[in-house]
């Protein structure tokens, strides 16, 4: 039974849920045109697309072109379905990317959208980051 149907007085239980991935809080959406077809993300980049009926799972992770450096991505993986055509979604590193055909091919859309610092050098709350100790790269 979908969460959507549940008509019980206690409301949606744990049971109806499904887990899409793993992780910690992470993006999961769903095709509104395809009940088969749903995506899923995590930490640095790796995002799936998942085919609800069988379990299937395909990775969809964008790569650097040929003679770049690699991509820098963030904690959660920004993950985007287009309002206009549930085939395109969009994906961003240090880079956005649009993909035409659910993930299965990518195309860069635009430049580099960092300066690319070094987090050694960058000063949070009076603290250099070379001289955290703790939980040194956690929330960057």
Known sequence: ??????????????????????????????????????????????????????????????????????????????????PHDPKVIFAAANKVFRSSNRGLNWETVGTDLTNNANRDDIVTMGLKGSDIRISRNDGI
């Open 1 to 82: 039974m979908r969460p959507s149907a549940v008509r019980g007085t206690a409301g949606i239980a744990g049971f109806t849920w499904a887990t899409m991935q793993g992780g910690d809080g992470f993006v999961a959406i769903q095709d509104p045109t395809d009940y088969r077809i749903a995506y899923s993300e995590s930490q640095d980049g790796n995002m799936v697309r998942i085919d609800r009926v069988t379990g299937e799972t395909i990775a969809i992770r964008p790569l650097a072109n040929e003679g770049e450096p690699a991509l820098r991505w963030n904690w959660d993986t920004p993950l985007v379905m287009s």
